[in-house]
C-alpha cells in the first residue's frame, strides 16, 4: 500500500515538476514553444524547380546545389531559422514535379520574402567610354544639376526648386554613360571575402578600420582582369552591383593573379550582406514562383491566444462534469489529465514538435481519448460495485475489464494515425504527430498514474463505510 | 433492447441521412477552397474598415473586377482570387489600399493548380489508407470471435460506420455552404479517428460478452448479445461524447477564428459517430450475421 502511495506522489511530482519547466522556460523564453508560421507568422513559399533541362541522374544534385544557393542567400539577410527544403511530389500520370519550400519565420512581408530569394547579385566591370564621350556626357550632367535659384524659392526654411526639379533618372542614366560594358562579370567570381583596412587616420581623426570587399577571380577571370588592369592603366574601373556603381577605384599598375578590392564606404553589416550575396552565386536550375502562404503577425498571435483561452475553458468544463458525476475517481482523472497534459507539453519543447493550428487539434481529441479511457474504466469499476465486488476488487477488475477496449480502441486510432502521418501534407502530418503522441502518452497517465492513484486510496480489505463509497459511485445510481 | 428491436428502424434512418447528405452533395457540389482548386486569398485590416463599394471600384479600375471581396474580423476584408503572379499581387494589395486608410496584410495565400490537385489526391490516399488499416486491424483484433458472425464482417461494419460519420456532416456542411480547407480535411480525419474508437469500445463489449457465454455455456441469440453490449457501454458512449462535445463547443465559441470550421466539422462528427456507435454499427452487425443462436 505504501509503495503504491509512493509511486503515486512520484507522478505528482513529475506532473508538478514538467508543469513548472514548461512555464519556466515559457516565462524566461530560454526554450519556447515552436509555433508553426500559420501562429508565429511568417512566409511559406513553393517554388518549382525547371528540371527539364538537367539528366535524371542529375537532378537531385541540382536540387541540393539549389537548396545550398537558397540557403545561403536567405542567411545573409540574418533571417531566424529559416527553414528550406526540396521535395519530389508526384503528379499522378503527368509524372513528377521538384520543389523547393522555403519557409520563412517572421518575414511577413511577402515582397521582402520574395525579393531575398530571388535576388542575384550582378557584379560587373566596367571601363572608361572614350574621353570626347565622357566630357560631353558630363557636360550635360553638370547642366542638369545647375539649377537657378532664388530667394523666392524659399518658404519656411524650406528650399522648394520649381519646374520639374532635378531629373536625377536622367543623371543616373547618363552617369551609366560614362562607362563601358566589359566581359568580366561575377560569374568568374571565385569567391568574396569581408576584410578591413589597416586601421588608419579617418575623417575626424579617429582610428577605425574600414570593411572591404577582396574579390578572388578564378583563371579565365584573372585573365581578363589582367587584361583589362593592363588596357585601362592611369584610367579607372568601375565595379558596378545590380546596376548601380559601389565604386571607381583608379588603375595604378597592371594586376595578375585575380586579386580585386572593392571598397565603397560599406558599413560592416552592408559588406557582410554583400559578401554572403556574391558568394552564394547564380542559381543553378531556374525556379519559379507556385505557392505562397503569408500570415501577418497578429493574426497568428490572436489564433495563440483564443486557442490558449479555449483550452482552459474546455478542461476547467471538462473536469467539472468528470468530478461532478464520478466523485473521487473522477477527480483523480482530473489529476491524471493535468499530468497527461504538462508530459504533452514538455515533450511539444523536448522533441521538439512544431505546433500548428492543426496540431493544437490533435491534441485537443487527445484530450477527449484520455478522458474516455478513464471513463471506460470508471463505468468497468461501477458494474464490479454493483456485482457485489469489495471496493478493492472492484477498482482492480475494473482496470483488467477495460484494459481490452483501451487497447483496441486506441490501437486503432494509432493506426489511423500512422497511416495519416505517412500519406499526408505537412499540415495533416502535423495533426497526426501530435495525436498519435497523445493516443501513447495518455495510455499511461489515463491507466498507470489513474490506477495508482486510486489503489493508493483504497483501503485493501475491511469493508467500506457508506462515505467511501459515495465517494467510488457516480451519476444517479445508488 | 429496444435499439436492436428497431434496428431496422434505425439503420433505415442513417441510410437515408445518407442518402440524403449525398444527394446534396451531387446537387450542390462541394465548395473547395483555394488550397485545392488553386487560388489566391488575400486577407487585410484597415485601421478602419472603409466601405466595401469604394473596394471594389478601386479593384475594378486596377484591372480586378468581380472580385469576391468578404468582410473579415472586425475591420478587415478578405479577396478570393484565381492564382496570381507577384507582380498582379502587389497590384491587388495597393488597389486593396483605399484612401488614407492605413492598411496591413493579415494573410496572403496564393496556392498553383498543381498543388492544390496533389492536396486533393493526398486527402483521398490518407482516408483510403486509414479505411484498410482499420479493417485489417479490426479483423485481427476480432479473430478468435469468428462465430457467429466472421472477425471481418467487424471491419467492415466498423467502416461503414466510419463512411456513414464522415458522409453525413459533409453533407451537412455542404448544405450551410462550408468552404472545404485543409483544416476541414484535418477535421474529417481526426473523426476517422475518433469513429473508430467509439465502435470498437462496443465491439470490444460484444467480443467480451460472447466469450463469457461461451464459458458458461448460456445459448443466447446473437442480437441480445449485441443489444446487452449496446446498454452496458451506452453511458460511456454518451459520456466520452459529452466531454469532447463541451470542448468543441469551448474551441467554436472562444477558440481563434481560424479553427471554427475545424470544430464545427469535429462536432458535427461526434454527434453522428455517436450516434452511429450506439444507433448502426451493432445493429448492422446483428443484420449481417443474421438471427442465428450460437
Known amino acids: 500500500m505504501w509503495k503504491t502511495r509512493i509511486v503515486a506522489l512520484l507522478f505528482v511530482a513529475l506532473g508538478v515538476l514538467l508543469g513548472w519547466y514548461v512555464f519556466h522556460s515559457e516565462k524566461t523564453e530560454s ?24 539528366s535524371e541522374g542529375e537532378v537531385r544534385d541540382s536540387m ?12 545573409a539577410f540574418g533571417v531566424a531559422e529559416p527553414n528550406v527544403n526540396t521535395e519530389t511530389h508526384s503528379l499522378g500520370i503527368d509524372g513528377t514535379e521538384e520543389r523547393l519550400i522555403v519557409e520563412l519565420p517572421g518575414v511577413t512581408d511577402l515582397d521582402e520574402a520574395v525579393r531575398m530569394i530571388g535576388q542575384t547579385p550582378l557584379l560587373e566591370f566596367k571601363v572608361e567610354a572614350p ?126 593573379g585575380g586579386q580585386a578590392v572593392i571598397s565603397g564606404n560599406f558599413t560592416i553589416d552592408e559588406a557582410k550582406t554583400l559578401v554572403g550575396r556574391l558568394n552564394s552565386g547564380a542559381l543553378p536550375i531556374p525556379i519559379e514562383l507556385i505557392s505562397t502562404n503569408t500570415v501577418g503577425p497578429t493574426l497568428g498571435q490572436d489564433a495563440v491566444n483564443a486557442g490558449v483561452y479555449a483550452g482552459i475553458v474546455g478542461l476547467i468544463l471538462v473536469s467539472v462534469i468528470l468530478i461532478l458525476w464520478y466523485r473521487l475517481p473522477g477527480l483523480i482523472a482530473v489529476v491524471a489529465l493535468g499530468i497527461y ?22 491534441f485537443i481529441i487527445s484530450i477527449g481519448i484520455a478522458v474516455d479511457a478513464n471513463i471506460l474504466i470508471f463505468e468497468r469499476m461501477k458494474e464490479e460495485l454493483k456485482a457485489g465486488n469489495t471496493l478493492y476488487n472492484a477498482v482492480k477488475v475494473g482496470f483488467t475489464r477495460a484494459w481490452a477496449s483501451i487497447r483496441d480502441a486506441n490501437i486503432s486510432s494509432i493506426i489511423s494515425a500512422i497511416f495519416l502521418f505517412w500519406f499526408g501534407t505537412a499540415l495533416i502530418k502535423g495533426f497526426a504527430l501530435v495525436f498519435g503522441l497523445g493516443i501513447i502518452v495518455s495510455m499511461f497517465t489515463a491507466i498507470t498514474v489513474t490506477r495508482f492513484f486510486l489503489l493508493s486510496l483504497t483501503k485493501r480489505e475491511g469493508t467500506s463505510g457508506a462515505i467511501t463509497r459515495f465517494l467510488y459511485q457516480n451519476g444517479f445510481n445508488k | 433492447m429496444f435499439i436492436i428491436k428497431y434496428r431496422k428502424f434505425f439503420i433505415g434512418f442513417s441510410a437515408l441521412l445518407v442518402l440524403a447528405s449525398i444527394i446534396v452533395v451531387s446537387v450542390r457540389g462541394l465548395d473547395y477552397g483555394i488550397e485545392f482548386t488553386g487560388g489566391s486569398v488575400l486577407e487585410v485590416s484597415y485601421d478602419e474598415r472603409p466601405d466595401i463599394d469604394l473596394v471594389h471600384t478601386s479593384l475594378a479600375e ?30 491587388l494589395v495597393s488597389a486593396m489600399s483605399v484612401g488614407d486608410r492605413e492598411l496591413s496584410i493579415e494573410r496572403f495565400n496564393s496556392i498553383g493548380p498543381s498543388v492544390g490537385r496533389e492536396l486533393r489526391t493526398k486527402s483521398l490516399y490518407a482516408l483510403i489508407a486509414v479505411s484498410l488499416g482499420i479493417i485489417f486491424f479490426v479483423a485481427y483484433a476480432f479473430r478468435h470471435v469468428a462465430k457467429p458472425v466472421s472477425s471481418w464482417r467487424y471491419g467492415i461494419v466498423a467502416v461503414i460506420a466510419l463512411l456513414h460519420d464522415i458522409i453525413i456532416p459533409v453533407g451537412i456542411l455542404t448544405l450551410i455552404g462550408t468552404e472545404i480547407d485543409t483544416l476541414y480535411v484535418v477535421g474529417l480525419l481526426s473523426i476517422l479517428g475518433l469513429s473508430v474508437n467509439d465502435t470498437i469500445v462496443v465491439f470490444d463489449r460484444i467480443r467480451e460478452n460472447l466469450s463469457t457465454n461461451q464459458e458458461k455455456k448460456i445459448a443466447e441469440a446473437f442480437p441480445t448479445t449485441v443489444g446487452m453490449a449496446i446498454n452496458q457501454t451506452m453511458t460511456r458512449s454518451i459520456f466520452t461524447s459529452l466531454t469532447l462535445i463541451v470542448v468543441l ?46
Open chain 1, 341 to 362: 497534459t504538462a508530459i504533452m507539453l514538455w515533450m511539444f519543447k523536448f522533441i521538439p514538435v512544431t505546433l500548428t493550428s492543426a496540431g493544437i487539434t490533435g
Open chain 1, 131 to 256: 574621353s570626347a564621350d565622357r566630357e560631353a556626357i558630363q557636360a550635360q550632367i553638370d547642366d542638369l544639376l545647375s539649377v537657378q535659384v532664388s530667394k523666392a524659392d524659399i518658404q519656411d526654411g524650406t528650399l522648394t526648386i520649381g519646374g520639374d526639379g532635378i531629373d536625377f533618372a536622367k543623371i543616373q542614366e547618363l552617369q551609366n554613360e560614362l562607362y563601358l560594358n566589359t566581359d568580366l562579370t561575377g560569374k568568374y567570381l571565385d569567391k568574396a571575402q569581408l576584410q578591413f583596412t589597416q586601421a588608419g587616420i579617418k575623417n575626424g581623426g579617429g582610428l577605425q578600420a574600414e570593411p572591404i570587399i577582396a574579390l578572388s577571380f578564378d583563371r579565365e577571370g584573372s585573365e581578363l582582369f589582367e587584361s583589362l588592369t593592363r588596357e585601362n592603366v592611369g584610367k579607372t574601373i568601375a565595379i558596378y552591383l545590380d546596376g548601380s556603381i559601389i565604386s571607381a577605384p583608379v588603375v595604378n599598375d597592371v594586376i595578375s
Open chain 2, 62 to 91: 486596377a484591372g480586378f473586377p468581380d472580385m469576391l471581396v468578404q468582410p473579415f474580423g472586425d475591420n478587415g476584408y478578405v479577396v478570393k482570387t484565381q492564382s496570381l503572379s507577384e507582380e498582379q499581387r502587389q497590384q
Open chain 1, 64 to 75: 541540393d546545389a539549389l537548396r545550398d544557393v537558397i540557403e545561403r542567400r536567405i542567411n
Open chain 1, 31 to 54: 526554450n519556447p514553444f515552436h509555433l508553426g508560421l500559420d501562429l508565429s507568422g511568417g512566409s511559406y513559399l513553393v517554388y518549382k524547380a525547371d528540371v527539364s533541362a538537367i
Open chain 2, 249 to 294: 463547443v469551448a474551441l467554436y465559441v472562444a477558440g481563434p477564428v481560424a479553427t471554427q470550421t475545424l470544430s464545427l466539422v469535429l462536432l458535427l462528427g461526434m454527434i453522428v459517430g455517436t450516434y452511429s456507435s450506439i444507433f448502426l454499427a451493432s445493429p448492422l452487425l446483428t443484420l449481417l450475421g443474421g438471427n442465428k443462436t450460437k
